[in-house]
Nanobody
Framework: QVQLVESGGGLVQAGGSLRLSCAAS????????MGWFRQVPGKEREFVAW????????YYTDSVKGRFSISRVNAKNTLYLQMNSLKPEDTAVYYC?????????????????WGQGTQVTVSS
């Protein structure tokens, strides 16, 4: 059974840091691009970051550039999101996702695998 499981969420003060992890199982994701999305109640799921299958290329939404960093360790089948200088507006449920492609994709419908999400709450 293919699974993506996020961890590392929690409550942090504004200006603080968190590192999210996404552990994949069931098959290797080393040939998939992967991404992070986030969602707040009442709003659509929002793209946050994308990484190529090798990890050599990354892409971010403007609001997190310079603060968040996406990375992966294919030998561990694990994806990460390092979040620094967190702001209250970063509060959301964060999801990891994977897709069998080599393109930069920022829309959720193009991702075929999803985790269950992890809550990140940033207090002011």
């Amino acid at each position: 059974q293919v699974q993506l499981v996020e961890s590392g969420g929690g409550l942090v003060q504004a200006g603080g840091s968190l590192r999210l992890s996404c552990a994949a199982s069931g098959r290797s994701f080393s040939n998939d691009v992967m991404g992070w999305f986030r969602q707040v109640p009442g709003k659509e799921r929002e793209f946050v970051a994308w990484i190529s299958w090798s990890g050599a290329s990354t892409y971010y939404t403007d609001s997190v550039k310079g603060r968040f960093s996406i990375s992966r360790v294919n030998a561990k089948n694990t994806l990460y999101l390092q979040m620094n200088s967190l702001k209250p507006e970063d509060t959301a449920v964060y999801y990891c996702a994977a897709a069998r492609t080599n393109r930069i994709i920022t829309t959720q419908r193009e991702y075929g695998y999803w985790g269950q999400g992890t809550q990140v709450t940033v207090s002011s």
